[in-house]
């Protein structure tokens, strides 16, 4: 990791800190109405980096009015970027104003931009000896690096000198300004070379070199072996002049003429009675006492009592891993130090908040202690139920609670959190209901790319801020030894709460600005995600009630059935073995009765997977005893055996956990007990849904939407044939069929129609004729035929599915229509198995996307309905797949059901109606 010499020269790009946190911070104002968002954030990250390094010399750099050299060079030069916001231009002027009463050099040249001020003064403190720290979040200024000249991103902390750059971008820094000129740069409108994307850039430069020597070795290109090697020469040539011209854009201007020199950037004594007259008139009533103190840069330090959590709590970090300072933690153990904070947090526009509790279950956990960050760096933990500290040595948790209880519920402060659901609902046991919720760091995340990684804070903090986090089993341990929270020294524990509050708000610094360049991602996050959260929670809280005496018997006669199946395998095997066994089942299956197998582990040995035997239960009866007999087995263990013992004691019920950012598409998922698993389609998955009971004097009330991701289809083909069948209210199986098979609607046979079916679904999930004849039992040529006659009969669809193909391998991504993104890593891989699976993906994506857009979307509605004063008593319980269940009092269930249609029905418009099938009943199969 490169290494920043002591008392470096530091540079700050204060145009880039400008936007940065213009959209970083929320839409803040003064009590006239004056905008001070951007203000804030930028001193906010000025104080920090001073704080950090405690430079003698800076100089603060912003664009100057005006049009600069490049503008000349090219008219389109930046010309797509909007104008200003009035409410950004209206900062600039007491910004600057600001920033000159800290003390702080500030620049602004004329007819440049502020990375040339930056390259020439970074180029000019080199050539004295003098180190270099860059602080900027642009990419451009990587071509300035050098042992010498070091960047540091505005919102991580993330270091780059030479090894960094070469490591994120593929090439060193002395080659960006051609990687730029190549690739091109959107956010500068530099066009770049047609067709050269970032790959065939970087294989161009570590192939042959820079641009120039690049243009001398044309003859070379092809044999570089990079797709599209072949025709990339001929591409290069005709546009040279746009590359050499892209080049001269992108290339930092390091001779511009400046009044002074880098020895002349001192860091002076703050003007206290200019910035105490700016930071009245913005009302940044924070930052007021701590200069009138005289200690407005100057780490914050805790009052009496209070303790530093150490940065040596955490374990030793990796070589590749940046340290966020701890210095600026602090631990509240008395009064004094409680009301400093509370000051602070009722005064901050925005800060993160978490919770350590001594269980994960959210119902009958603990508040051991709680964290907060207000800035970077700046974060506390306050400690109320530690096991091994007196009364005196913490703050009393019931006291401690009912003070922060109207700052908690305020939804006018603004809370950020990681997972916020699980604090709101911890929170309920308290009887707080957590107001303010607008940003959560794991759904960020999840919107800006649900396959991109995991979304746990660990891994976010390792991917965006090139942190390593202390994790819970660093300070706990593992397995039956594990400490509680409430166990965990105080050092420790203070250190560990705290990092989790300072990393969040920075992972949200980070994310948020990226999170709103993406219109659709942004809406989805703010109309969807974010107001279910709280919804979930409720239903969560809300639980099922689960009749024991049902499941008993089931699973009694589950293990009769199981041992005759066992019994029936055995006999067909010939001999006795171990079913759970796969290794067994292989020797059994491919040894003695020579089945040939279809398909291998990853280890090479024949697979007995689902899949596998599902193929072989067509032409053997063994493989058919085994798929039944796991089948029931995990029915029993998962369910019969499972559920009565998780009723919690305290309610009664079942409590699942719905996971919002788990699915690539954005269905919940659901965990402890995973309610998304029962079958609905045999037998023995219906008997277990009867176990799900109504309480007395009430009935379960089952919608479901009818066949909505067809109905989707077609909305989002526009095929005028699907389009009229929903509309007339048709079966729309019966019609396919009548389509497909050449007869009319009345002469449909029950064969036919299922056949049909198949061919609906099959499609949204990209089947080919192929699969298809796997499901009808048929051959792949009739197949083929059905699947021909039915796009000739819905063009429409064949139409959306190639372009969705297309748009798809173009951009990486499809969307829903609410424009939730769905990322496609395989759809450009050279492995033709994944690049295929990728494109079935994109295909049924933008359906099951939508789909669960419009479930959740009616959940938000129906919530809002039942938080009414005059609403019915009824409780949503679960959510599973396109259907929600509710508790309904016998007295209102009619007219509760025809509000809950009316609300899913009218979620969202479609071309086609929304159905909503709603059924009654005394437990969950019945209603369904």
């Not at 530099?190 to 790959?199: H, L, Y």
């Not at 107001?435 to 649900?450: H, R």
């Not at 969807?528 to 099922?544: A, D, Y």
């Not at 007990?673 to 277990?688: F, K, S, T």
Request: charged share 25%.
């Amino acid at each position: 990791m490169a290494q920043i010499a002591e008392n470096p020269l530091i540079l700050v790009d204060g145009s880039s800190y400008l936007y940065r946190a213009y959209h970083a911070f929320p839409p803040l104002t003064t009590s006239a109405g004056e905008p001070t968002g951007a203000m804030l954030g930028v001193l906010n990250m000025l104080r920090s980096l001073l704080l950090q390094y405690k430079p003698s010399h800076v100089a603060v750099v912003f664009d100057a009015k005006g049009k600069t050299f490049r503008d000349e060079l090219f008219e389109h030069y930046k010309s797509h970027r909007p104008p200003m916001p009035d409410d950004l231009r209206a900062q600039i002027e007491p910004l600057h104003n600001m920033v000159r009463a800290m003390g702080l050099p500030l620049l602004a040249v004329s007819g440049v931009e502020a990375d040339d001020v930056i390259g020439t003064l970074a180029l000019q403190a080199e050539k004295q000896g003098r180190a270099v720290l860059i602080s900027t979040g642009d990419k451009d200024m990587a071509q300035l690096v050098t042992p010498n000249i070091t960047l540091i991103n505005t919102m991580s902390n993330a270091i780059l000198g030479p090894e960094e750059v070469k490591n994120k971008y593929g090439i060193p820094p002395e080659l960006i300004i051609d990687f730029l000129a190549l690739m091109g740069d959107s956010s500068d409108n530099i066009p770049g070379v047609p067709g050269v994307g970032e790959k065939t850039a970087q294989a161009l430069l570590q192939g042959l070199g820079g641009i120039h020597t690049l243009y001398e070795n044309l003859d070379k290109v092809a044999d570089l072996g990079f797709r599209g090697a072949k025709t990339m020469a001929a591409k290069l040539e005709k546009n040279k002049d746009i590359a050499l011209l892209s080049y001269q854009l992108a290339t930092i201007k390091t001779d511009v003429e400046l009044e002074v020199g880098c020895d002349q950037l001192t860091v002076n004594d703050p003007d206290v009675e200019t910035l105490l007259g700016l930071f009245r008139h913005y009302e940044f009533r924070r930052w007021i006492s701590d200069l009138e103190e005289g200690k407005w840069l100057q780490e914050r330090k805790s009052g009496a009592g209070a303790q530093q959590a150490p940065a040596e709590a955490a374990e030793p970090q990796p070589e590749s891993s940046s340290v966020l300072s701890s210095d600026g933690y602090v631990t509240i153990l008395d009064e004094e130090t409680f009301e400093r904070w509370l000051k602070k947090l009722q005064e901050s526009a925005l800060f993160a908040f978490d919770l350590e509790t001594d269980s994960l279950d959210t119902l009958t956990a603990n508040i051991i202690g709680l964290s907060f960050a207000i800035a970077p760096g700046e974060a506390a933990y306050l400690p109320v139920a530690h096991d091994y500290l007196d009364a005196p040595d913490q703050l009393n948790r019931d006291a401690v609670l009912a003070r922060l209880k109207p700052l908690l519920e305020d939804d006018s402060l603004l809370k950020v959190g990681q997972n916020l659901k699980f604090d709101r609902s911890v929170l309920k046991n308290y009887d707080i209901e957590l107001g303010g919720i607008k940003f959560d760091t794991m759904l960020e995340s999840y919107m800006l790319n649900s396959v991109g990684g995991k979304h746990d804070m660990d891994s976010l903090a390792a991917r965006w801020l090139n942190h390593k986090t202390v994790t819970f089993t660093e300070i706990a341990g593992k397995g039956k030894g594990q400490l509680t929270f409430n166990q965990i020294a105080l050092e420790q524990a203070a250190h560990y709460a705290a990092e989790d509050a300072d990393v969040t708000l920075q992972l949200h610094l980070k994310m948020w600005p990226e999170l709103e360049k993406e219109a659709g991602p942004k809406k989805v996050f703010e109309k969807i995600e974010m107001p279910l959260l709280t919804v979930i929670s409720r239903i969560e809280r809300n639980g099922v009630l689960i009749d024991q005496h049902i499941l008993a018997k089931h699973s009694q006669e589950l293990t009769i059935r199981l041992k005759e199946l066992e019994e029936k395998a055995h006999e067909l095997a010939g001999e006795p073995f171990n079913l759970s066994s796969p290794k067994q089942l292989q020797t059994i299956l491919f040894e003695k009765q020579g089945i040939k197998p279809t398909k291998k582990t990853p280890g090479g040995a024949p697979s007995t997977s689902e899949e596998v035997l599902a193929e072989l239960a067509l032409d053997y009866p063994l493989p058919k005893v085994i798929l039944e007999h796991r089948g029931l087995s995990k029915l029993k263990s998962t369910y019969t055996d499972k559920l009565p013992q998780m009723i919690n004691p305290r309610t009664g019920r079942v409590h699942t956990s719905y996971q919002q950012a788990v699915t690539a598409t954005g269905r919940l998922s659901s965990t402890d007990p995973n309610l998304q698993n029962i079958p609905v389609r045999n037998d023995e998955g219906r008997r277990i849904r009867q176990a799900f009971i109504a309480p007395q004097g009430h009935r379960i009330v089952a919608a479901d939407y009818s066949q909505i991701e067809l109905r989707i289809m077609a909305h989002l083909s526009q095929d005028k044939g699907l389009l009229a069948a929903f509309a007339e209210g048709q079966d729309i199986h019966r019609a396919t069929a009548a389509e497909v098979f050449g007869v009319s609607v009345d002469k449909v046979t029950s064969e036919q129609r299922r056949s049909a079916k198949a061919i609906n679904f099959g499609l949204i999930y990209g089947m080919s004729a192929f699969g298809l004849s796997r499901q009808l039992n048929i051959n792949a040529g009739e197949a083929k035929v059905y699947m021909d006659r039915y796009f000739e009969r819905y063009p429409g669809v064949l139409t959306y599915m190639e372009n969705t193909r297309k748009q798809a391998s173009e951009q990486g991504y499809v969307s829903t229509l609410d424009g939730r993104r769905l990322w496609l890593p395989d759809i450009k891989s050279a492995n033709a198995i994944r690049r295929k699976a990728a494109e079935r993906a994109a295909i049924n994506a933008p359906m099951q996307g939508t789909a669960a857009d419009i479930i959740k979307r009616a959940m938000i509605d129906v919530d809002a309905w039942l938080r009414q004063p005059d609403a019915p008593q009824v409780k949503m319980i679960m959510q599973v797949h396109d259907e929600l269940v509710f508790e309904v009092r016998e007295e209102e269930v009619e007219a509760a059901s025809a509000k809950i249609r009316q609300l899913m029905e009218n979620s969202m418009k479609l071309d086609v109606p929304l159905r909503v099938d709603v059924g009654v009943g005394d437990n969950w199969d019945q209603a369904h």
